[in-house]
């Protein structure tokens, strides 16, 4: 009588032997789950590139049989060891059809699918089943079956499924291994909270709003492919609701405008969902959209807010986006308006509601019109418009923010005043003043050479003053904040540019 199972083992050995594969079995038999523990040569290149990279193993457990029904009844205690490998693992189906050579042959990867479905009957089973006695139908058809019986359709096949990278396919699987089955969750929690306010902040620590909540007969049970463990890993009469690293529902965007067809500003932001509002009286529902700079809890049945704003410490945010916030703030506690708000966020239709506007006093329009200067300047010194700024700066350098942004737009006439201690000076003739500005701006300090010209008038005190719209920019300068500047490279600048004006005007240093 013959023996099915070592001629699809011999089958296979030769197989391999011709392909240049390495196969090693199994020392222990129907104990390891394998039959073959294959090794692939390595690749002939010897780059930069491949150099590091394992060549390809996996293990194969060959099953022969002289039928045809496209499917066998395998051990699930064998199945798990396949599935549960860190390595690649096949089934190959080898077809005699009572010959003593292969009619067909079929591989099938034990990939995410297969695995799953394995993972998901031994958790039906339960604990302390004998899974040697247990068997699972693993089904085969044409899109396993390979081109010829043969080695290199063998080795084909296998490297098909694994890539020419062994390591991205490990770590892939144990990251698959690791999450399968919890994709409803991983654990149930029942508890108890007393009260409406418990309840109400409940629902604001399942957003992120509170830090915790008390409540009462706590009991947690882990679950996997939606089968909970007998014994709860947490059971407790009384504790604290709480629920860090909480991730949003959605990200997306909010924009806010005074009307439907205005542009308004947007913001990138995240939302959480309470998973309580389809639970809950609609009035206690509740969505918080967050941003960088502004957190907004709202009721979705009836639109009503809570907003805070938070500028932190240090820089914040992009000139554009820094303006387009203080231009919302101003809004909120300044315009008496109601804004439309309009949020799109992944996965959900288009959400809009009304953000009342209080009717009072904007601190802050001082430092939004320095925003706009800033803006231009930027734009002037080919900086990009997402330098980014801190209110603290901002508050403290508006005023020359604005005073160079004037200059250098030439927004009036400028009028300077100085005092000279040289015998020569001849009111009668044009002088040319030679001026320096600079601002710190975000990351960059900015500075700017310019020469005011035109004729002096003399104070009553011994001074000069010299009004004129006729003025130059000689020079315009770029420096990383807190880079100490060569002053006798500056001081070069400033030489050359009144070089530029001695013979015609008298020059004055303004610097």
């Known amino acids: 009588?013959?023996?099915?199972?070592?001629?699809?083992?011999?089958?296979?050995?030769?197989?391999?032997?011709?392909?240049?594969?390495?196969?090693?079995?199994?020392?222990?038999?129907?104990?390891?789950?394998?039959?073959?523990?294959v090794e692939f040569p390595f690749s002939s290149s010897a780059g930069s590139i491949a150099l590091h990279k394992a060549p390809c193993e996996c293990k194969v457990q060959v099953k022969s049989t002289d039928k045809r029904n496209r499917s066998l009844a395998i051990k699930?205690?064998?199945?798990?060891?396949?599935?549960?490998?860190?390595?690649?693992?096949?089934?190959?189906?080898?077809?005699?059809?009572?010959?003593?050579?292969?009619?067909?042959?079929?591989?099938?990867?034990?990939?995410?699918?297969?695995v799953a479905k394995i993972l998901k009957r031994i958790r039906e089973l339960g604990d302390g089943v004998a899974l040697n006695k247990k068997t699972m139908t693993i089904g085969y058809g044409d899109t396993d079956?390979?081109?010829?019986?043969?080695?290199?359709?063998?080795?084909?096949?296998?490297?098909?499924?694994?890539?020419?990278?062994?390591?991205?396919?490990?770590?892939?699987?144990?990251?698959?291994?690791?999450?399968?089955?919890?994709?409803?969750?991983?654990?149930?929690?029942?508890?108890?909270?007393?009260?409406?306010?418990?309840?109400?902040?409940?629902?604001?620590?399942?957003?992120?709003?509170?830090?915790?909540?008390?409540?009462?007969?706590?009991?947690?049970?882990?679950?996997?492919?939606?089968?909970?463990?007998?014994?709860?890993?947490?059971?407790?009469?009384?504790?604290?609701?709480?629920m860090p690293d909480l991730s949003p529902t959605a990200h997306g965007l909010i924009r806010f405008k005074e009307d439907i067809f205005s542009v308004g500003v947007s913001f990138?932001?995240?939302?959480?969902?309470?998973?309580?509002?389809?639970?809950?009286?609609?009035?206690?529902?509740?969505?918080?959209?967050?941003?960088?700079?502004?957190?907004?809890?709202?009721?979705?049945?009836?639109?009503?807010?809570?907003?805070?704003?938070?500028?932190?410490?240090?820089?914040?945010?992009?000139?554009?986006?820094?303006?387009?916030?203080?231009?919302?703030?101003?809004?909120?506690?300044?315009?008496?308006?109601k804004l439309n708000c309009e949020m799109e966020f992944e996965g959900y239709p288009l959400l809009e509601f009304m953000l009342g506007c209080s009717k009072g006093n904007f601190a802050y329009g001082k430092e939004l019109e320095a925003l706009e200067c800033a803006m231009r300047l930027a734009v002037s010194f080919d900086l990009h418009s997402d330098i980014k700024i801190s209110l603290h700066d901002l508050i403290k350098h508006a005023d020359v923010i604005h005073d160079m942004d004037r200059v250098l737009n030439m927004r009036g006439a400028l009028k300077v005043e100085f005092g000279v201690d040289r015998d020569d000076f001849d009111i009668g003739r044009p002088v040319a003043c030679v001026l320096m500005f600079s601002v710190p701006l975000g990351e960059y300090v900015?500075?700017?050479?310019?020469?005011?010209?035109?004729?002096?008038?003399?104070?009553t005190d011994g001074r000069y003053v010299l009004a004129s719209k006729d003025a130059i920019m000689e020079r315009k300068l770029v420096s990383p904040r807190g880079r100490n500047v060569e002053k006798d490279a500056l001081r070069s600048y400033l030489d050359s540019v009144a070089d530029k004006y001695e013979e015609e005007y008298l020059v004055v240093m303004m610097v």
């Open 145 to 242: 079956i390979l081109p010829s019986t043969s080695g290199k359709a063998l080795k084909d096949a296998i490297l098909n499924y694994v890539g020419d990278d062994l390591a991205k396919y490990v770590e892939r699987k144990s990251s698959f291994l690791s999450s399968a089955g919890f994709e409803d969750g991983c654990a149930e929690m029942r508890f108890t909270t007393e009260g409406e306010q418990n309840l109400q902040d409940l629902i604001d620590v399942s957003i992120g709003a509170k830090d915790s909540v008390p409540v009462s007969s706590v009991r947690g049970i882990h679950k996997r492919f939606g089968i909970k463990d007998d014994s709860p890993f947490i059971d407790l009469k009384d504790g604290r609701m709480e």
């Open 76 to 114: 699930i205690s064998n199945l798990r060891r396949l599935a549960t490998a860190q390595m690649p693992a096949f089934l190959l189906f080898l077809e005699f059809d009572g010959g003593s050579s292969v009619e067909q042959a079929f591989l099938v990867h034990i990939g995410d699918e297969l």
């Open 446 to 459: 900015l500075g700017a050479i310019m020469v005011l010209k035109g004729n002096a008038l003399a104070n």
């Open 1 to 37: 009588m013959r023996d099915l199972g070592l001629l699809g083992e011999a089958t296979f050995t030769a197989w391999c032997a011709d392909a240049g594969l390495m196969p090693n079995g199994s020392s222990v038999v129907d104990k390891t789950g394998w039959d073959f523990y």
């Open 268 to 337: 990138p932001a995240k939302l959480y969902v309470s998973p309580f509002n389809s639970i809950v009286p609609p009035e206690m529902a509740r969505v918080r959209v967050e941003s960088d700079f502004f957190d907004i809890r709202l009721n979705p049945y009836s639109g009503a807010a809570n907003y805070n704003f938070s500028f932190g410490e240090g820089p914040v945010a992009g000139l554009k986006q820094f303006r387009d916030l203080l231009v919302l703030l101003g809004l909120i506690v300044g315009s008496g308006k």
